[in-house]
């Protein structure tokens, strides 16, 4: 069965602090995986995409890992801003015969605090 | 680009009353996704179409669940009747046909049931 397994659940950090979130996936066939930013009543929005080759992305002051052989991935965020507190999502994706097919972990909860 | 739209935004029932959810995708974006996400949690998907037939609806309640893709462009997403349970936030989503990249979700419709 595909899953995606996110940690911490939840973290709070002080305002200008630094974070890492984790995420742990056992999804086969693996296509690529992706990191969203979801304010509170917002849709997901993507961060970054990394296919099997690609070991870090990096958009702004986010960066992405991935190995593909722990099957582990990382979100770091560098100087948070009290505009980080969201949910981030990691979601891995899947091409088999039926289609393309989406496993989402159940996100963190970042609060950045002043 | 337009993004995916969706409506209404909020939407407060009774249980046992009906109500429909709208979407739009981006345009030229055959794939179509409806999710459910109850809170705290990453968004489950209930169905995907590809033009306007379904590929996947494993996981919609077909008892209170229904959806439709008339034209291969607008769907729209029924729960009758609803329930307790049914309060989650329903996100569309679009993609290319064939493709993993270009997921795009919208803001989503909160829904109430009270």
């Known amino acids: 069965k595909n899953q995606v397994e996110q940690s911490p659940q939840s973290l709070i950090i002080l305002e200008g602090k ?3 979130l984790q995420c742990n996936y056992t ?4 296509s690529n995986l992706r990191w969203y930013k979801q304010d509170t009543g917002r849709g997901p929005v993507s961060l970054t995409i990394m296919t099997f080759s690609e070991n870090t992305k990096s958009n702004g002051r986010y960066t992405a890992t991935l190995d593909a052989d722990t099957k582990q991935s990382s979100l770091h965020i560098t100087a948070s801003q009290l505009s980080d507190s969201a949910s981030y999502i990691c979601v891995v994706s899947s091409d088999n015969n039926a289609g393309n097919m989406l496993t989402f972990g159940g996100g963190t909860r970042l609060m950045v605090k002043p | 680009e337009a993004g995916v739209a969706q409506s209404p935004r909020y939407k407060i029932i009774e249980k046992r009353q009906s109500v429909a959810f709208w979407c739009n ?4 974006h055959a794939t179509l996704y409806w999710y459910q996400q109850i ?3 990453g ?3 209930l ?3 590809q033009n306007n037939g379904v590929v996947d609806d494993s996981q919609l309640p077909k008892d209170r669940f229904s959806a439709e893709r008339l034209k291969g462009v607008d769907s729209t997403l029924k729960i009758q009747p609803a329930k307790l349970e049914d309060s989650a936030v329903y996100l569309c989503a679009s993609s290319l046909v064939g493709l993993t990249y270009g997921y795009t979700f919208g803001s989503g419709t909160r829904l109430t049931v009270v």
Not at chain 1, 27 to 30: A, D, Q
Not at chain 2, 25 to 28: N, Q, T, V
């Open chain 2, 43 to 45: 968004p489950k998907l």
């Open chain 2, 25 to 28: 995708p981006i345009s030229g």
């Open chain 2, 39 to 41: 809170l705290g949690q």
């Open chain 1, 27 to 30: 999804v086969s066939p693996f």
């Open chain 1, 18 to 20: 630094n974070c890492t």
């Open chain 2, 47 to 49: 169905i995907q179409f």
